[in-house]
């Protein structure tokens, strides 16, 4: 299979998918989950940092994928790694329905809240966070100093959100491990 018809079938996975999404995020936010102790998340205060989340997160996000233009290989693997957690990110979230944690203040994201239409925030898509695994990919993909500052912006992202109460602990935690676990396979999927 030559690069062009593996970007070409990510790509086309990846529309395929946004149709899907809103209904299956619909169906999770209904569901009655599982509340969970989080000691970790005890320990620190509560405030609203959800414009400073998304700053971080969109920074990243233009600053990585304007380095990955100029390396298609690299821009390859890392739409199929963020096609892969989706799938990993919609498998979880099925087999674990979780409550969210208590004292939670809704992550309001400028962009998707506008793309999906979203009247009411979504707050039981908990394992694993999204967030923190889309930053731990651009952090894989990342090169040089670059790399090392998406590393600390992951960790920033990671607490930010434990701070606003989106995610438990567990949440964050397990992010890097399913991004690793994604970012590999793409490799494997790239590398063929």
């Given at each position: 299979m030559g690069f062009r018809w593996r970007l070409g079938l990510v790509l086309a996975l990846l529309l395929a998918l946004l149709p899907v999404l809103p209904g299956f995020y619909h169906w999770v936010q209904t569901r009655v989950g599982?509340?969970?102790a989080d000691p970790l998340?005890?320990?620190?205060?509560?405030?609203?940092?959800?414009?400073?989340?998304f700053s971080l997160i969109y920074g990243a996000i233009v600053g990585s994928l304007a380095?990955?233009?100029?390396r298609p290989p690299l821009l390859?693997?890392?739409?199929w790694c963020y096609y892969l957690l989706q799938l990993l990110r919609m498998a979880t979230l099925t087999l674990l329905p979780l409550e969210p944690p208590t004292a939670l203040l809704p992550l309001h994201d400028p962009v998707v809240d506008h793309l999906f239409q979203v009247q009411e925030p979504i707050v039981?898509?908990?394992?694993?966070?999204g967030h923190?695994?889309?930053m731990t990919l651009l952090t894989?993909?990342?090169?040089?100093?670059?790399?090392?500052?998406?590393?600390?912006?992951t960790v920033t992202v990671g607490l930010l959100v434990l701070v606003q109460r989106v995610h438990?602990?567990?949440?964050?935690l397990a992010a890097p491990v399913f991004a690793g676990a994604a970012w590999w396979l793409a490799g494997r999927i790239c590398r063929r």
């Open positions: 599982y509340p969970l998340l005890d320990l620190l205060p509560v405030h609203d940092n959800s414009v400073l989340t380095a990955a233009f100029r390859a693997r890392m739409l039981r898509d908990l394992f694993f966070s923190t695994a889309t894989l993909a990342g090169r040089g100093r670059w790399r090392w500052v998406l590393g600390g912006l438990y602990s567990y949440d964050v």
